[in-house]
Each structure stands twice: as structure tokens, then as C-alpha cells.
């Protein structure tokens, strides 16, 4: 299945499931980490451009998760895997201007890394195992498959300066791969969507 298809499967699903774990945060201003609540953040803030917006009626569980209907609690498996993308740290540069703002646990068998810009840029980027069939993201590692949900039903371009920064993250994740991705327990995009339902995004 293209990219495209798996895009429009995402974007049609009768509803979206994230993950809401409290994730470290760079402090765009000064650098700093803090605990920051994404849920909370888009709610104060509006969605970001380049996400897609929950489907209406979202369950909020006890845990902090926000399930879609008929879809069950799962436990985050693994802790924030930022070790993917060292030596860059929360609130470095990645490129373009980008700056590494969040990388959250590992959940629904993929995680997200938040980037932000000085001019107000924003952009959640989900990332999963590259499939038996090859990566399907703007960007990927050998192992690491980087996908942008930016509402485009997988035809609306990418930003070139985005583009380059997913580009980075990918081979900051090419230099760091190793047995400890294994453990992570990372599934490719096609069947986190087949498992978990055409609308799951993290």
C-alpha cells in the first residue's frame, strides 16, 4: 500500500487515538526541560498546523489517555527514547531553524517527536518501524520511519525547511540504531493502523 493510501486510511478512521503522557519539554525561550502536557498545550493553544485535530467525543481515561471509542487502554511500553537523536538535546537546533522541543514514550507501537520553530512553526512528527515493504514517511533510517499528519491526505506538500529537519532527525537515528531499538517494540505504520485502527496518530 502507498503512502498515500495509508494517509487517506488515517485520515477517514472513525476516530483518532493519542497518547498522553506528560513528556520532557524544551522551554523554546531558554532551553530549559519542563513537564509539558500535549493534550493541555493544543487545547490553550489550538491545534498545530501540522496536526490532526481529535475526533469529537474523545475518552479520557484515568491513565491520562485519550482513547477513541471501542479502543482499549494500553500502557505506554517504553520511556521517551531521545537517545535516538544524540548528541542533540531538547531545544537544539535540528535544522532549518527546527528546534527539538519533545520526544514522547513509546506507545501504540510508535512514538512522536514535537519540532518548533522561533516563528511560531510547529510540527508533530510520528515515528514507527520502517515495514517489510520499505518506509513510507518524508523521511526515514534503516529501522526509524518519520511521517508527518498534516491533514493533506498524503498529497499536501511538505515544507521544504520541515522536510530537512526530519531529514536530520533521521540521520541522527541512522547513527544511534542499535539493539536497544528492539526493545522498544516499534511497529511499522501499516499495522499499527490494521491493529489499532485507521484513525491512530500519536
Keep these: 500500500m502507498k503512502r498515500r493510501q495509508f494517509v487517506q486510511n488515517l485520515a477517514v478512521g472513525a476516530g483518532l487515538v493519542m497518547a498522553k503522557p506528560l513528556v520532557a519539554r524544551a522551554n523554546s525561550a531558554t532551553g530549559d526541560s519542563q513537564g509539558f502536557d500535549p493534550v493541555e498545550a493544543a487545547a490553550k493553544d489550538g491545534p498545530a498546523p501540522h496536526d490532526l485535530p481529535l475526533a469529537d467525543g474523545p475518552k479520557l481515561l484515568p491513565s491520562g489517555q485519550v482513547l477513541a471509542p471501542g479502543v482499549e487502554e494500553r500502557r505506554a511500553d517504553a520511556a521517551a527514547p531521545a537517545w535516538l537523536f544524540a548528541p542533540l538535546t531538547l531545544g537544539g537546533v535540528v535544522a532549518e531553524g527546527w528546534r527539538l522541543m519533545a520526544v514522547s514514550p513509546v506507545a501504540y507501537g510508535g512514538f512522536y517527536v514535537e519540532l518548533a520553530t522561533a516563528t511560531g512553526g510547529r510540527a508533530r512528527v510520528t515515528c514507527c518501524r520502517v515495514g517489510r515493504r520499505g518506509a513510507v514517511g518524508v523521511a526515514h533510517s534503516d529501522k526509524l520511519d518519520l511521517?508527518?499528519?498534516?491533514?493533506?491526505?498524503?498529497?499536501?506538500?511538505?515544507?521544504?525547511?520541515?522536510?530537512?529537519?526530519?531529514?536530520?532527525?533521521?540521520?541522527?537515528?541512522?547513527?544511534?540504531?542499535?539493539?536497544?531499538?528492539?526493545?522498544?517494540?516499534?511497529l511499522d505504520f501499516e499495522t499499527r493502523t490494521t491493529r489499532f485502527g485507521p484513525g491512530v496518530i500519536l
Design 147 to 186: 511521517l508527518l499528519a498534516n491533514a493533506g491526505y498524503g498529497c499536501a506538500a511538505t515544507d521544504e525547511s520541515l522536510g530537512a529537519a526530519m531529514t536530520a532527525l533521521a540521520q541522527l537515528a541512522r547513527a544511534n540504531e542499535d539493539s536497544r531499538l528492539d526493545g522498544l517494540q516499534l
